[in-house]
């Protein structure tokens, strides 16, 4: 019987090679252990303060951080800031901290924004103000980038329990669920606690307008630059990382996004689309004339009677040299024909900016839409819509496409 020679000499090779694993010092292969990296140094400061009479708002940031931060101005409201202070020591190539180099490494700011209809001794679940965008969360790496918002779950209560002119008194039972790309251990904070008034902040930053940060930075275009485009066309930002993609943050707490140039658009955004999921379904119409019309209606498509909700206003497209943006500024917003809602909707921002992409001819909406009340962007993948002018005749209600049609009471064009 013949022997393939091929066979005999692989053969021959997996048995030396096993002997030397076996046998021979220096010669195995083992999955390596991960490095010691020593005990955790960290340590933790928590501030609070009182802000009377004021307003939680949101503040732009781009180029550098699309989701803006937080901020106050004068208003009605009254907003409890808490900052946790987090420091902690570099270390060695052992593991072992290098003495002198503790120092704070992040600052942490939840905003609780409380409503002044609420009465003192009134318990609020933390859950439910959320939900209506009265809690806040940013972080500031203490890098000189300043404050970024960044997503996490705040679950508990809150108990204004006394207001007084220089201190109140809050029951707190409170847990911080940090998310990414700012990720930091969950935390805690339950008790009664006496807090300064502080109306013009410590922790707590008052809202400067756009128009001011770039004054005060005196930004001045460089060469070839054209100063009219560079103060009114948005920039590319970096944007979250989906989970699970394998990006991570790095040390400034931002993601590194690789981007492509955007090819010229061919595409248009003028006509109806329609974008479903199992709890909302959405409808976007954009008209020739620079105007929207944009609805979301909820239910179970069989049972409910919620009215859709609809936000009206102008619609431009905005381009960087490497994104094309939808830039949508809110003007009216009801639920179906009733009365406006669109403090409820677009409170401190009435602008909503959408990354605008192309698979085809369907564009691919992504950013955050505040009647989504979504904790994170959505991306809306587009189909044509095929639905009645909105301009004319409401979306069914509760997503019940059998409901009789109803007549636009309120049309915006």
Request: glycine content about 8%; aromatic content about 8%; proline content about 9%.
């Amino acid at each position: 019987m013949m022997t393939n020679p091929h066979v005999v000499s692989r053969t021959l090779t997996m048995a030396l090679l096993a002997a030397c694993l076996l046998t021979m010092t220096g010669c195995f292969i083992l999955p390596m252990e991960p490095k010691d990296k020593g005990l955790a140094t960290d340590q933790y400061k928590v501030e609070m303060e009182f802000l009377p009479q004021a307003q939680m708002v949101k503040e732009e940031t781009t180029p550098h951080w699309d989701l803006g931060r937080r901020a106050f101005k004068p208003g009605e409201d009254r907003i409890i800031v808490i900052g946790r202070t987090t420091s902690y020591a570099d270390k060695d190539e052992d593991g072992k901290p290098i003495d002198g180099t503790m120092r704070p490494r992040k600052l942490e700011r939840v905003w609780i924004n409380i409503r002044p209809d609420i009465p003192l001794g009134k318990a609020q679940k933390l859950e439910d103000l959320e939900t209506v965008f009265l809690i806040g969360y940013d972080v500031n790496n203490l890098d000189e980038k300043g404050f970024f918002n960044g997503p996490a779950l705040t679950k508990g209560f809150v108990n204004l329990i006394e207001e007084g002119p220089d201190k109140v008194v809050v029951i707190l039972d409170m847990e911080v669920r940090p998310n990414r790309p700012f990720q930091a251990e969950n935390w805690f904070l339950q008790g009664q606690f006496t807090i300064d008034v502080v109306p013009d902040g410590r922790i707590a930053t008052k809202a400067v307008s756009r128009d001011v940060q770039v004054a005060e930075h005196q930004l001045t275009p460089g060469p070839g630059a054209n100063p009219a485009a560079d103060l009114t066309t948005p920039v590319v930002a970096p944007t979250l990382p989906v989970a699970g993609n394998g990006d991570a943050p790095d040390s400034s707490g931002t993601t590194e996004v690789k981007t492509e140039p955007a090819p010229v658009a061919t595409n248009s955004l003028v006509g109806s689309w329609a974008y479903n999921t199992p709890g909302m379904d959405y409808r976007f119409q954009f008209g020739a004339n620079g105007k929207f019309i944009f609805s979301g209606t909820r239910g179970d498509g069989v049972r409910d009677a919620f009215d859709p909700a609809m936000c009206y206003g102008t619609w431009e497209i905005k381009r960087s040299r490497t994104t094309e943006w939808l830039v949508m500024l809110v003007d009216q917003a009801y639920f179906g024909n009733g009365p406006s809602v669109l403090n409820d909707f677009h409170r401190d921002d009435k602008s909503i900016m959408l990354k605008v992409e192309w698979n085809g001819s369907r564009p691919i909406l992504t950013g955050d839409v505040p009647m989504a009340r979504a904790k994170q962007p959505i991306r809306y993948l587009l189909e044509p819509g095929g639905y009645p002018d909105m301009n004319k005749v409401l979306p069914p209600f509760g997503r019940n496409r059998n409901a009789p049609a109803v007549e636009n009471k309120k049309p915006y064009w």
